[in-house]
Structure formats: C-alpha cells, structure tokens
C-alpha cells in the first residue's frame, strides 16, 4: 500500500516525482505530498490524489526530494497525515506500520506532534538520534533498531544535504540506477520512464544514495554488496492505449498475457516443462499434501487450482488465507508437504508474514508472482513460476487471477508426469491451455451484448454468486470483483448451499448468478437451485456452455473448451459484466474507493 518516489540528481525533481507517484496512484490516493530540498527545504501536502495537488509552490531549481501517495492506515486522510512528514531536521516518507510508536513516543516530545501517524513519530525518533550522532544514517540505524514493524522508508534532512537514506523492512523499496541520478520508489512501475537498471533491497538494508554514489549497509551499517537487475518492461506497458481504463485493458490482455505465461513452457506435443520449481525427484516423490496461499484474488485462484489439481495429483490441497494461517496451526510434516504462496506483486505482506511461518516450520516452499525481484520470489526456497502477465495496474486483478490458476494446471501436469503416471493427464491438460488464449478472444467479443445486459441489471443491489464444483471459485472471484468495483453486496455460495441458509434473503430484488457445469450430472443439479430461486421470486442470471434454460431471467452462453480451464471462461464473463455496470454507474473503475493494489501492511 502507500507508494513512494524519490529522486536525487540534476534535473528538476518536483516533476520526477510528481510523475512517479502518477504511476503510483493505484497502491493509494488518500493523500499525496512532495518535499524537495534546493536552497531550503519545501513541502506540499493535500487531500486527495496528484491531481489535487499544486507543484508550481515547489522551486524547480531543487534537483532532490521525496513523494508519497498515502492509503491511509494510522490516521484518517487529512493533509496533516498526509507525508512527508517532517519533524525537527528530518523528512520522511514511511509505507508500513510501526508497531510500538506509542512505546516510542516515550523518547520524543509527542506535544511536538502534528498527525496522527506512526510515520511522524518515526521521523522524531530519527531528528532523536541525529541530534547525538551528527549523522544521519548513523541515526536511521539506531531509530530503525528500536523500531518494531514494517518500514520502507525515504529521508532527508536540511541539516544533510545531498543525500537521500533510504530502508526497509517487510515494504518494497527498489532504486533506478541512471546516469548521475537515482530514482526510488515503491514499485519498478514508477520508474520504468526513466531506467531499466535497479537495485532491490533486502529487509534491514539501508542505502545512502547521492547523485553521483550509492552506498548500501545492513542495520550495522556493516557494508554490502550491490546488485543490479534488469527490468523486463517498457514504459508503453504503463499506458492504457485505445482502452477507457486499465481494467478494461487488462481484461482484453488476458489472450497475451496467458501466452505469455505458457510460452517456453506447454508444447503443442503435450509436453509442460517447468525450470523454476526447485524440487528434486525425491521431494516429488514425497509429496502428499499440497497448500495454496494468498489474498483476494490469489486465494479465489489458488481455490478453482484446488479442484483441478487433486483430480489431476490425487492429492489433497488446503488453501489458506494468509491472514491466518500464521497464526494457526496445522499439523503439516514438512518432508511431504509443499506451500505455493501466491501473489501477483510478490510484496503482499500477510502472504510473505505465512512464507517465513511456513520456512520456520521447515516446510518445501513455492511462489507464483507476477513481478520479478519481489520478496516472494527471493525468499521461496523451492523456487517457483513466474506469470510474465505484465504490468497489471487497475486495483482490480484479472488477467493475473487466470495466469495463476493457468500456472498451477501447468504445475499439476508437471508434476503428474515427473510421478511416473499417465502422459495424457498432462497432455489433456497441455492442449486444453494451448487453446484457452484464442478461445477467450472470441469470448472478449460478448462485450457489447454485456454491456446491454449490465442496463437491465443496474437496479440489482443484491447478489449471490453461485457454482458447483471449480466453478464455485469463479462464482468467489465474480462476487469480489463486482463487491469491489462496483460497490454492490455481493456474495458467493457453493449453489448447493442455497436451500441451508442463504435462501432466506432472496426476493424479487435479489438478482442471482448462476455458473452452470458442462458436467451434465452437477448441470442437472444446479437446475434445481435455479428452480429454487424461482419459487422464491428471485431473479437469475445464468451463465453456462448451453442454450438458456425457460427458467432463466438473463442468460450468457460461453464456450466448452475443456475440464481444467472452462472456469476461465465464466470468469471473463463475470469481468466484463462488473466492468459494464461499473462503467454505467460512472464510478473510478481503476481506483476503487478504500483499496489498495499491493497490500503491504498487515
């Protein structure tokens, strides 16, 4: 959450960073503020995203500062809240939480105080340190030592001029390397204009970083090495083209970007061939259980992965929100078990709170990002897949949910034949994913019939999602993406769970949608939930691979393509309908009120 940018060079900073925290909007916009440090130090806050904010108050004669766009944690979204927040001579930008800054208070003089953030009081236990020390980095590292939570963090100060300290703890922080200048920030994406060419800090590394220099220490300031690491994307990835929004934009990659995810690895003859898992023959023969791993949309894929991959593994597979599963406890043997942690910015930080639980316990660990260089994908040790789906920069994910679920099926037949079994597992699985890129193209075109449908259904505030079998999952990831986009009550239940408790709230002003199996003997019983509702005077939806049935009110006809993948049809069908109705309701599709796209706090 939160999204930072900074520059230290020769060129106008207000304008770099103003343009970096544009591309960052999409992690937060509370609030948003840019501090620069020319002759003297300047500072603009306000309410609301960068278009609210004015840069000609800031001299453009400042070749360094720092920005932020705030999702608001500690602290309601005020201008005081808003960073940078400075405090005596330090000025700093802060994403995480600060988890003892009412015990840190203690070494300040809170009546000092201007907000109501952990972040502000960060910055006077740092103005604490450098009053003894004379040295800012020297300072940041006491400060840091004290501190407990997690912390990616941009500071300057008056009192040192020429320098931006940059840390962090558990929040991304990746910095460009140019030509006489460096640019930090939160995200690769606000610096892609600029370099292809970073650096990624490691928990509890600091980096001094001047114009013409880059230091980079551990919290003993003890010195360590630099890595650099090329960025795969261009800055035209970061632009929505010919679309009304990067929702829709995505929406319509989703061809290429599962291509993309499937290229070099499914071939035509059958064959999935995986280098990134780090599993031994051994580990494979080990395995009996399997555990999936995520948030939102991740944990909606890893759920429709579970039912394909114990048909396709024999296998059980638990999926976990990772908000819990740190704190529970389940009696998993770390030789036969393997986590997959998904995340589509790797940087989610309950996903990456469950990785170390999970390494704690000694148990085989996996990632599926989206973003190269993230957290989640250094610190697996079992390696893992990498989607290749893009830049995804709408709050809302969608082409990254099928490249997950795509990336798990490619995992399944994978491993199926690395255990010796059957090869036409894998190569049903192998041609089903072969053809599921052309087949939701040709899906992408029900737009403009959606679009009509989504007229008829705006007066619907109230809706069940309902599926059997994988297409309960999708029914999950259509009620979220509508609760989210749209601001509809959306929910979703297994549609055999209808007559045992839900039924009670449908009327003639609930609107249902129900995902029909191509299986005929589940089709058969989704029908009498339909029958259900209708008894009820409720209003249906459906959505199936047949013709509409009598009993339907609305009705959508997808494509039968496959066992493992038809899930992935529905699924577009439920994107393009939250996308219409959001569009007709004129609401901020790309930045849903109260979200965040890469969640970084707990």
């Known amino acids: 959450m939160c999204g930072i940018m900074g520059y230290i060079g020769g060129k106008p900073a207000k304008y770099i960073i103003y343009n970096g925290l544009q591309r960052l909007e999409y992690r937060g916009y509370d609030s948003v503020g840019i501090a620069t440090l020319g002759k003297q130090l300047q500072t603009i806050k306000t309410v609301g995203d960068t278009s609210k904010l004015n840069i000609d108050l800031i001299d453009p004669k400042a070749t360094m500062g720092i920005g932020h766009t705030r999702w608001a944690t500690h602290g309601k979204p005020t201008e005081a809240n808003a960073h940078p927040h400075s405090f005596g001579a330090i000025t700093l930008v802060h994403n995480g939480i600060i988890e003892n800054y009412e015990e840190l208070k203690t070494m300040i003089d809170s009546k000092k105080l201007k907000s109501q953030t952990d972040s502000e009081v960060l910055a006077a236990v740092i103005d604490y340190y450098f009053k003894k020390e004379a040295d800012l980095v020297k300072a940041t590292k006491y400060a840091l030592q004290d501190a407990k939570g997690t912390f990616g963090l941009a500071i300057i100060s008056k009192d040192a001029p020429g320098q931006i300290v940059v840390a962090r703890r558990g929040s991304p922080i990746v910095i460009g390397v140019g030509n006489q200048q460096y640019f930090i920030a939160s995200d690769q994406t606000a610096i892609l204009d600029h370099t292809n060419k970073v650096i990624y800090l490691e928990d509890d590394q600091i980096a001094v970083v001047k114009a013409d220099s880059l230091e980079l220490y551990d919290l003993k300031l003890l010195a360590q090495k630099v890595a650099f690491e090329t ?146 994908a250094r610190e697996v040790a079992n390696g893992g897949i990498f989607l290749h789906a893009g830049v995804e920069s709408s709050v809302a994910s969608t082409k990254a949910y099928s490249c997950m679920v795509s990336a798990l099926l490619m995992f399944g037949g994978f491993i199926t034949y690395r255990q010796g079994k059957d090869a036409a597992i894998t190569q049903k699985i192998a041609k089903e994913l072969l053809e599921l890129p052309d087949e939701i193209a040709l899906t992408l075109e029900l737009q403009d019939s959606i679009k009509k449908l989504a007229q008829k259904l705006l007066g619907y505030h109230d809706w069940f999602f309902l599926g059997r079998g994988s297409l309960y999952p999708v029914a999950m990831e259509g009620a979220l993406k509508l609760s989210e986009v749209s601001y509809l009550h959306a929910q979703a239940f297994p549609s055999g769970e209808m007559k045992h408790g839900p039924i009670a709230l449908v009327n003639s002003q609930h609107m249902s949608v129900l995902l029909l199996p191509e299986d005929n003997l589940l089709y058969n019983k989704t029908l009498s939930t339909l029958e259900e509702i209708k008894a009820r005077g409720g209003k249906v939806l459906t959505v199936s691979t047949r013709p509409k049935e009598p009993a339907s009110d609305f009705h959508l006809t997808v494509a039968h393509v496959g066992d493992h993948v038809d899930g992935l049809i529905y699924n577009v069908c439920l994107q393009l309908l939250t996308l219409a109705i959001s569009e007709k309701k004129g609401l901020n599709i790309d930045r849903p009120r109260n979200l965040a796209k890469s969640v970084t706090v707990e």
């Open 231 to 376: 960025l795969d994307e261009s800055p035209e990835s970061l632009t929505k083209g010919v679309y009304r929004n990067f929702l829709e934009k995505e929406i319509h990659e989703q061809p290429t970007a599962l291509a993309n995810t499937m290229r070099g690895r499914v071939s035509s003859d059958g064959s999935i061939t995986l280098g990134g898992p780090n599993l031994s023959q051994a580990d494979i023969a080990k395995l009996k259980q399997i555990l999936i791993i995520g948030c939102g949309t991740a944990y909606n894929a890893g759920y429709y992965a579970k039912y394909e991959l114990e048909k396709i593994l024999g296998l059980p597979v638990s999926v976990e929100y990772a908000s819990e599963f740190r704190y529970r406890f389940g009696a998993y043997d770390p030789e036969t078990t393997l986590a997959i942690f998904m995340s589509q910015s790797g940087e989610t930080a309950d996903t990456i709170a469950s990785l170390n639980e999970a390494k704690r316990r000694g148990i085989k660990t996996m990632g599926i990002v989206n973003v190269v260089g993230s957290t989640i």
